[in-house]
Each structure stands twice: as structure tokens, then as C-alpha cells.
């Protein structure tokens, strides 16, 4: 596979796919530029070596030609990062881009238009009746994945190489994100420094596993991490199961919960995660008390109770003390950890303690020599919350693509490059 830290792009115009999807706010000033900022080291690389970029990305989830989700809201904002005057192409396939491109001279940099102005970036069809039947709905997917062929082809035409340093799109196989790779030869097609670090770090906690190895698991439910967990159980020393997914298993196992967010259609489901855990000899941690509240409010009156003991009305928001201290010392004993998902509702400053507990110990662990991976949403609110970004060895920029990563899944945008 090629890497971008060993190629020369002297003379080269290279297609490089980047998540700029940027939070704006209502006068289309940036609110967070991280994504921006994640793509320099490549952007930077392209330029130094006497390279020319084409910029593709997507911003939103434009349903066509869309003004609130147009880049060139960001363009003067690139500039300034780059250090370059950055060229804007109002349309990602029209003439003007193609014109552009054709001319752009080592240094310059063209930044395209929102690739899903297009539905063939994405490939599904828009636009179609409530009440399409599902023959007229198999045409027009048919219809765009053909449009789509062009769509693709016109984008890799800008450019003798192609990087993706797109992560966060990764498990999307797109236009531009899996689709285009394939208009390169395998020389000339490679991964961003960006998405090269989120494979690694990918390629570290699921294969190249030092042990004990240990993944905490929170959030709200159950049925959206099921294949995570499942994967997991074939993989881990010690899974923690914390956060609101904890009362589906505490009243699984015959606990009372309160008013606990609880999904009992998932009751089966958790009690045979149980016996997976025990049948692959996986230490599977579970609270052992709640901090509960009387409403769900940060100024809710509070105690500890034991987590299958929780009085009618109140509902668990975090996890206590004890199961503080029992989390934090499995975790501190591990060499590779994962964390997905915070311990409570960690957004209200009263219920923060048990996540705030496990980033400490993650951070411990990683400061003794543990390979530690967070990621996935809420988590990474969550190191940022407390001030612990850079103790841990890696924080994920991708949402869904990571959480797939790990549910064992091939994600298209690597596999395109890797093959
Ligand atoms: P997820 O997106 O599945 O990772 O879930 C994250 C969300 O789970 C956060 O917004 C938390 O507030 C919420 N959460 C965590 N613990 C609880 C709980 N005990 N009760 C209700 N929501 C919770």
C-alpha cells in the first residue's frame, strides 16, 4: 500500500476527500473548525512537496443544491489555515471545475462545491413519492448508481492521485470516499495522515491486542451497541457495561430498576450476553450501585442505592461510588482499552462523576503504559469535558465509521485504498 509520508507529489494534482463538515452557526460563521484542523498535516504535505489539491468533501445532509450547505461558507477560513488564496468551484462536476483543475499550478489549491448536491455522491435516490411502489423505487436506484459511474469518473479526471483522509465517511462507500479509488492505480491512491492514525489505532485494540484488554461500553441503550458487544465478547479480558444500557441487565437479572431507562424487549437479549461473556470467559463488570434521582434533572434530589434496589420513582442517572472504585481498578489493570459511551447522563454536572472516574483511570492506565482508544460521540465529549484529550493515547474522530470498525465490519473508504 502506498503512504503519503513516503510519496512525492511534486507535479501532481491530487484529489484529497476531507470531512469538512463543519458545525455553522445561523450567520454561517464556523463553530468548531477540529475537522478542518485534522486535514492540515495532509493538506500541508501535498503543498510542501510542490503539489496541487482539489478538495472534495460533503457538508450536511443536503437533499440538492442547498445555500445553508454550501462550502464556500468555509472558504476564507481554509484560506487562512492553509496560508493559500484557495480557488472555489461552484459546481463539483461543472466545466468551471474542470477548467479549473486543468489549470491549477503546483501550490494552488481548489476547493469544490458540497459533493452531495449530488445524490450520486451518495448513490440513493431522491426526490421519490411517498407512495413509490417498490418497482419504481429499484429503477431509480438502478437510475442513479448508473449516473453515478459518470459522477465518479468525473471526479477522479481532476487528478493523478487520490487520498482519503476522510474517516468519519469511511463506512459510507461513496462516490468519493470508496467509489474513486478505483480510477487510481494502486500507486497512486493512499490514506491521509489523519485516517492513517485512526487505522492504526483501529488496527491496535482489534487485532494487535495487549492484554488484559478491556472495553467500557455506556450510553443509553442496548440495541444500538448489540454488535459491538458481541463482537467484543469474542475479543476482550473485561467488559464493563455502564450507562443507561446497565438496567435492561440489571432487571434482567431480576433487579428492581425504578423508573431507570430500561428496554424490555432487550431482556432476553441481555441475559444471553451473559452467558455468551461466561461461555468465552470474559469478565463482564456490571454496576453494583446507582446515583438515582427523583426526575431527570440536573437539580433532581439524589442517592446511592444498590443498582437492584432502586425505589419506585427514582431512576439511575450514573453509577456510585462503589462501582466507581471496581471499574476504575479493572481498568487501571489493563493493557488496551476502549471506551464508548459515557457512565450517565454526563451532559448534567451532578451525574458526571462515574465517567469522569473512568477517563481518570483510562488515563492512569495510559500513563503506565496502556494503549488506550476513545471514541464514538458522547466519549469524545466526554475526554473533553474533564481535560483529558491528550491523556489517552487516541482519541477517534469517527462516529458511526468507528463504532462499525469495531463491530468488526469492513469499512468501504479503507478497504477501497487497501486493495
Ligand atoms: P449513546 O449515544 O448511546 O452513546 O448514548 C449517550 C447518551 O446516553 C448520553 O446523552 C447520556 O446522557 C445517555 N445516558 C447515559 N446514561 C444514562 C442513564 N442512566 N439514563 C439515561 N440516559 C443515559
Known amino acids: 500500500m502506498q503512504s503519503i509520508d513516503k510519496f512525492n507529489f511534486a507535479g501532481k494534482k491530487v484529489f484529497v476527500r476531507v470531512d469538512f463538515n463543519v458545525p455553522l452557526d445561523e450567520n454561517f460563521n464556523i463553530t468548531d473548525d477540529t475537522r478542518m484542523r485534522a486535514a492540515l498535516p495532509t493538506l500541508k504535505k501535498i503543498l510542501a512537496d510542490g503539489g496541487s489539491v482539489i478538495i472534495g468533501s460533503h457538508l450536511g445532509r443536503p437533499k440538492g443544491v442547498t445555500e445553508k450547505y454550501s462550502l464556500k461558507h468555509i472558504l476564507a477560513h481554509l484560506s487562512e489555515l492553509l496560508g493559500v488564496d484557495v480557488q472555489f468551484a461552484n459546481d463539483c462536476i461543472g466545466e468551471e471545475a474542470a477548467v479549473k483543475a486543468a489549470a491549477l499550478q503546483p501550490g494552488e489549491v481548489l476547493l469544490l462545491e458540497n459533493l452531495r448536491f449530488y445524490a450520486e455522491e451518495e448513490g440513493k435516490p431522491r426526490g421519490l413519492a411517498e407512495d413509490a411502489t417498490d418497482e419504481e423505487k429499484k429503477a431509480a436506484k438502478a437510475k442513479v448508481k448508473e449516473s453515478q459511474k459518470e459522477f465518479t469518473k468525473t471526479l477522479a479526471s481532476y487528478a493523478d492521485c487520490y487520498v482519503n483522509d476522510a474517516f468519519g465517511t469511511a463506512h459510507r462507500a461513496h462516490a468519493s470516499t470508496a467509489l474513486i479509488a478505483e480510477y487510481f492505480d494502486t500507486d497512486n491512491k493512499m490514506f491521509g495522515y ?219 473508504g479503507i478497504a477501497a485504498i487497501q486493495k
Open 194 to 412: 489523519l485516517m492513517e492514525k485512526e487505522v492504526k489505532a483501529v488496527e491496535r485494540v482489534m487485532n494487535d491486542i495487549k492484554r488484559p484488554f478491556t472495553a467500557i461500553m455506556g450510553g443509553s441503550k442496548v440495541s444500538t451497541k448489540i454488535e459491538i458487544i458481541e463482537n467484543l465478547l469474542t475479543k476482550v479480558d473485561n467488559l464493563i457495561i455502564a450507562g443507561g444500557m446497565t438496567y435492561t441487565f440489571t432487571k434482567a437479572l431480576g433487579g428492581k430498576i425504578g423508573l431507570s431507562i430500561c428496554e424490555d424487549d432487550k431482556l432476553d437479549l441481555a441475559l444471553e450476553l451473559i452467558e455468551k461473556a461466561k461461555a468465552n470467559n470474559v469478565n463482564l463488570v456490571l454496576a453494583t450501585d446507582a446515583k438515582v434521582a427523583d426526575s431527570f434533572s440536573n437539580d433532581a434530589n439524589t442517592q446511592i442505592v444498590p443498582v437492584n434496589e432502586i425505589p419506585d420513582g427514582w431512576e439511575g442517572l450514573d453509577i456510585g461510588p462503589d462501582s466507581e472504585k471496581k471499574f476504575a481498578e479493572v481498568i487501571k489493570n489493563s493493557k488496551t482499552i476502549l471506551w464508548n459511551g459515557p457512565t450517565g447522563v454526563f451532559e448534567f454536572d451532578n451525574f458526571t462523576s462515574g465517567s469522569r472516574a473512568v477517563g481518570n483511570a483510562i488515563a492512569e492506565a495510559t500513563a503506565n503504559g496502556a494503549f488506550s482508544l476513545v471514541g464514538g460521540g458522547d466519549s469524545v465529549a466526554c475526554v473533553n469535558k474533564f481535560g483529558l484529550a491528550d491523556k489517552v493515547s487516541y482519541v477517534s474522530t469517527g462516529g458511526g465509521a468507528l463504532l462499525e470498525a469495531i463491530e468488526g465490519k469492513v469499512l468501504p
